[in-house]
C-alpha cells in the first residue's frame, strides 16, 4: 500500500536533509543542462520505445464488465476504517453493501479469495 510519501514529490528540504550543497555536489555526475539540450530531450517513451512498452502494466478491459464505476459521498471516517483494513478494501464494502440488501454473494469475489 503506499504511503502518503509516495504520493508526493520530494520538497527541497527533505533532499538536503542532513547534507551540505558540498555534499550534494560530489555525488551529482550530471551537470545541468543549458536550455539547449532541455530543447533537444525526448520524452523517455519516444527515446525507448521497446523498454516503455516492456513497463507498461496495464490490466486489459474486461471481457465481461463485472463492476460499475459510480461516485458515492461517504464519510472521511467510514473510509479510513475500510482503507486502513488493506488492499482489497473496495471488495469488502461491496460484500457488506450486497448483504445488507439482501442480494447473494458476488460469486467472482469468492473466488479471488
Known amino acids: 500500500m503506499a504511503s502518503e510519501r509516495d504520493k508526493r514529490a ?4 527533505e ?6 550543497d ?9 551537470e545541468e ?3 539547449e539540450q532541455l530543447a533537444q530531450a525526448k520524452p523517455f517513451a519516444e527515446a525507448f520505445p521497446e523498454l516503455h512498452a516492456s513497463w507498461q502494466r496495464k490490466r486489459g478491459p474486461q471481457k465481461a464488465p463485472t463492476k460499475v464505476s459510480v461516485g458515492i459521498r461517504l464519510s472521511p471516517d467510514v ?3 475500510y482503507r486502513a483494513s488493506g488492499r482489497g478494501w473496495q471488495t469488502r464494502v461491496d460484500e457488506i453493501l450486497r448483504e445488507a440488501a439482501g442480494l447473494p454473494a458476488d460469486r467472482a469475489s469468492a473466488r479471488r479469495r
Open 15 to 20: 533532499i538536503r536533509r542532513g547534507y551540505t
Open 33 to 35: 543542462l543549458t536550455p
Open 10 to 13: 520530494w520538497t527541497d528540504e
Open 22 to 30: 558540498e555534499d550534494l555536489a560530489e555525488v551529482s555526475q550530471d
Open 79 to 81: 473510509v479510513a476504517h
